[in-house]
């Protein structure tokens, strides 16, 4: 028997409760006692007892009253109640039952009967524990076990997944690696051909140019959504000559431009002096957003940039065959394509995904206006940086540059 275990005894004998005390005591229970209904309900609700004995007959609260607010006070294992009377006939025991009563002892007190009826009911009580516990333990242990089940399945959905991509980035990287180097071999191969024209030669190395340009750029994009994607991405804050980033972007994409016939014009406002960004990232920016202008396009491509309060705005305005409002909900997605998800085209999977990664970056919005047929608009708006990496740094194309005045080596 537990020695922490307690016994109240609620009895308006005194006689009565100091013999029953001692005789408890003496086979180790700790016990407790009280004169009426009122008190012992006090007892109970301080010490919570394990079991009661409880005398039906009393002054005030009379047991059946009390027996039931036992039960309420504990409606989370409550005690085991024990009536006591001398008075125990039928309809007693019966309304003591009801009452929440699981035993009785009938007066004068027999003390070996209390003893087994007590250390029965004690033992019982720890079986009900013990099986409450058990009940507990393993509803939690089956409520964990579908957290975790929930949570496998999603991880193997993200599995699924990242092999999906893993699978859609290989076949894009085959295409965007793999094309331009070996147009680029090719071409050389033609180049270092004695026999070539130099007219020719400067035409094809123009070519390779274009080529090498367009493999630089995806290379790019593939080092920067690593670094997105691992968190080491962070801007290098510097007073920035937009205007001249502008003009590089769209020098670089001219020979495109006019390969397929389009014209690539810029519209630079506002932007004499130099704007607090990152040069890297923002020439990045520009060069995704004019690549997919000149590549899909079929009309003017125009380049414009200015300042809106106290923002950057960078606007990209193409005359291609717009995008629909079904694909614009999953165009900064990687590897997107409408014609289906595993179908690589040029040009398409992580540029507009780095742009929007960078844009967030510097704290800036990416907005898209486009329709079927009426072209797209790209516009993006970037905060003015708070405070610089370098104070003295300022930038011009996407290079750092340390110095404002040329300097004497």
Do not use: W
Request: glycine residues 8%; negative net charge; contains cysteine.
């Amino acid at each position: 028997m537990e020695s922490s275990e307690t016994i109240l005894i609620i009895d308006d004998d005194a006689g009565l409760r100091v013999a029953l005390r001692a005789f408890l005591e003496g086979i180790g229970l700790r016990v407790l006692d009280a004169p009426d209904g009122a008190l012992g309900l006090d007892l109970a609700r301080r010490e919570r007892p394990d079991v009661v004995l409880l005398d039906l007959t009393m002054p005030g609260i009379n047991g059946y009253d009390v027996c039931r607010e036992l039960l309420a006070q504990a409606a989370e294992g409550p005690p085991v109640v024990i009536v006591m009377s001398g008075l125990l006939g039928t309809s007693q025991r019966v309304r003591a039952f009801h009452s929440g009563a699981v035993d009785c002892l009938a007066k004068p007190i027999q003390y070996e009967e209390v003893e087994v009826r007590v250390k029965t009911h004690l033992a019982i009580r720890r079986k009900t524990q013990e099986v409450r516990e058990s009940r507990d333990s393993l509803g939690k242990a089956l409520h964990d076990a579908g957290v975790m089940n929930r949570n496998l399945l999603a991880l193997n959905d993200k599995l699924k997944h990242s092999e999906e991509v893993k699978t859609r980035f290989l076949a894009l990287m085959r295409n965007e690696i793999n094309n331009p180097l070996g147009s680029i071999m090719a071409l050389a191969d033609r180049i270092a051909d004695a026999a070539l024209p130099p007219a020719k030669a400067r035409e094809l190395a123009a070519l390779v140019k274009d080529e090498a340009f367009h493999l630089d750029c995806q290379i790019r994009n593939v080092f920067a959504a690593a670094e997105v994607e691992a968190g080491e991405a962070s801007p290098f804050l510097a007073r920035v000559d937009v205007a001249s980033v502008v003009r590089d972007v769209a020098a670089s994409f001219a020979v495109k431009a006019r390969e397929r016939d389009l014209a690539l014009t810029t519209r630079i406002q506002g932007l004499e002096e130099d704007f607090p960004t990152d040069a890297d990232m923002l020439h990045h920016i520009l060069s995704n957003l004019v690549s997919n202008a000149v590549q899909h396009g079929q009309g003017p491509v125009e380049v414009r940039a200015g300042l809106s309060g106290a923002c950057l705005t960078l606007e990209v305005q193409d005359g291609g065959p717009g995008i629909s409002e079904y694909a614009l909900k999953s165009l900064f997605e990687p590897f997107r394509n409408e014609d289906g998800p595993f179908k690589v085209a040029r040009g398409q999977g992580l540029g507009l995904v780095v742009v929007r990664a960078l844009v967030e970056i510097l704290d800036g919005r990416i907005h898209v206006d486009s329709a079927p047929g009426k072209g797209s608009l790209f516009r993006v708006e970037l905060p003015r940086a708070p405070f610089l990496a370098n104070p003295q740094a300022r930038a011009q194309d996407d290079n750092i540059l340390f110095f404002d005045e040329p300097q004497a080596f």
